[in-house]
C-alpha cells in the first residue's frame, strides 16, 4: 500500500512539473517577461547570423530586439531553424538593447513546425563547366599521386 502511495506521489509531482514548465512557454513578443528566468520563447525564425561562437536566431527580421543565442561547443552540432517554428528554452536576459535567450544545448530547441524547404537555386551552366573542371582535375591528380 505505501509503494502505491509513493508512485502516485511521483506522478502528481511530474505532473505538476510539466504543468509549471508549460506556463513557461511564452511567445517571443512577450520573452521580456521572462528576464532573469529559464523560459520557453516560441516564433518562427525568420533571420539568422552564424558569427563563428554563436548563432543567432531572430524572430523578426527588422527589429531583431528578440533572439535566441545558440552556443557552439565541443562536440555540439546546431541544425539549421531558419523558416522553422520552434520553442527555445534558455535563461533570458537583457544584453543592450536586446531580450535574449541562451540555449546550450540542441535539446533545448524544439521543432513545432519544419521550416518550408526553400527550391535551391539552379547552378549556372558555367558554374557546372566550372564544377567538372574541377573534379577533373582533381581526378587527374589522385591518378598521378596513386602512380608514384
Request: contains cysteine.
Given at each position: ?106 535539446g533545448n530547441v524544439t521543432v513545432l513546425s ?35
Open positions: 500500500m505505501a509503494a502505491i502511495r509513493v508512485i502516485a506521489l511521483l506522478l502528481a509531482c511530474c505532473a505538476a512539473g510539466a504543468a509549471l514548465a508549460q506556463d513557461d512557454i511564452v511567445d517571443w513578443r512577450d520573452a521580456a517577461q521572462c528576464v532573469g528566468r529559464v523560459c520557453g520563447l516560441r516564433g518562427t525564425v525568420v533571420a539568422t547570423e552564424n558569427d563563428g561562437p554563436t548563432i543567432r536566431l531572430y524572430f523578426d527580421a527588422e527589429q531583431r530586439d528578440v533572439r535566441v543565442l545558440l552556443m557552439r561547443a565541443w562536440l555540439v552540432t546546431w541544425p539549421s531553424y531558419e523558416g522553422a517554428t520552434i520553442v527555445a528554452t534558455g535563461k533570458v536576459d537583457r544584453f543592450r538593447d536586446h531580450v535574449e535567450a541562451i540555449v546550450l544545448d540542441p519544419a521550416a518550408t524547404a526553400a527550391t535551391p537555386a539552379a547552378a549556372s551552366p558555367s558554374e557546372l563547366d566550372e564544377l567538372r573542371r574541377k573534379v577533373r582535375e582533381l581526378e587527374e591528380r589522385i591518378h598521378e599521386l596513386e602512380s608514384r
